[in-house]
């Protein structure tokens, strides 16, 4: 989330990802540091951080 | 006769001298080299890790590279990256089995490390091809590297997986600058995709 928030602000930015706990897929598309796209779509994103 | 066996003993304890001080003796896995076209992929990897947060692992490393890559050559660039910690900080920091293993595998092992942690049961492997997206022969292969570089390990006592951590600190993984079992994929538009630490 550091690199969408900075170094590829302006991108359109695809994080694939998995849950801490569970394992379950994470989706997320951002573009120009905003997010386009979230699944599960109850995703918690906190830009800027680790 | 006394002679004879003096000098059986002093030959045993000459040849036993000898193979401790070895190279071979002195290592716990066979020296591994690589295969040029491993080297590509490995040389692709030491340079991604010089850009800023970067950690792509071997299995997308040879997507990127692109050509014929198979399982045994992850498993011969993984265990060059066991064997040769110095290649790179980043190898040194997070470790090589962040780097050697797949999405998958890093997450069963995450799943089954903790359940051990917790003391639950691990689930199925129904289970986790089913909560993972994956076919069953994934779990199987999944389960079979996880072997084979020395992280998992098969144990009937486990029911359902029928599988193990091997050592106390692939349970207990988890903490600063411990990404052992984490993955994060990254792709820009028009780009190659990339890991992240």
């Known amino acids: 989330m550091l690199l969408v928030g900075s170094e590829l602000k302006d991108k359109a930015v695809t994080v694939d990802d998995a849950s801490q706990y569970s394992g379950a897929h994470i989706h997320l598309v951002f573009e120009n540091s905003r997010v386009k796209e979230l699944d599960p779509s109850a995703t918690k994103v906190f830009l800027g951080g680790g | ?197």
């Open chain 2, 1 to 197: 006769m006394n002679r004879f066996r003096s000098f059986i003993v002093i030959t045993i304890i000459l040849t036993s001298a000898l193979s401790a001080s070895s190279p071979a003796a002195s290592q716990t896995a066979s020296p591994v080299t690589l295969t040029d076209k491993q080297q590509k992929v490995l040389d692709y990897m030491l340079d991604d890790w010089n850009k800023q947060m970067r950690i792509t692992g071997v299995d997308l490393a040879m997507q990127n590279v692109g050509g014929q890559y198979s399982p045994d050559d992850r498993y011969a660039i993984g265990v060059f990256l066991r064997n040769n910690p110095r290649l790179h900080r980043t190898l040194r920091t997070y470790g090589w089995e962040t780097a050697a293993l797949t999405p998958t595998e890093k997450l069963m092992a995450r799943i089954v490390s903790r359940a051990e942690r917790e003391h639950q049961s691990s689930p199925t492997r129904e289970d986790f091809a089913r909560n993972l997206d994956v076919s069953p022969v994934a779990v199987t292969d999944a389960l079979k590297m996880l072997e084979r570089f020395g992280i998992m390990r098969p144990d009937p006592a486990v029911k359902g997986l029928g599988y193990r951590m091997v050592q106390d600190r692939y349970e207990d993984w988890e903490g600063a600058m411990r990404i052992t079992f984490m993955n994060h994929r990254v792709q820009v538009e028009g780009e190659k995709p990339f890991e992240v630490f």
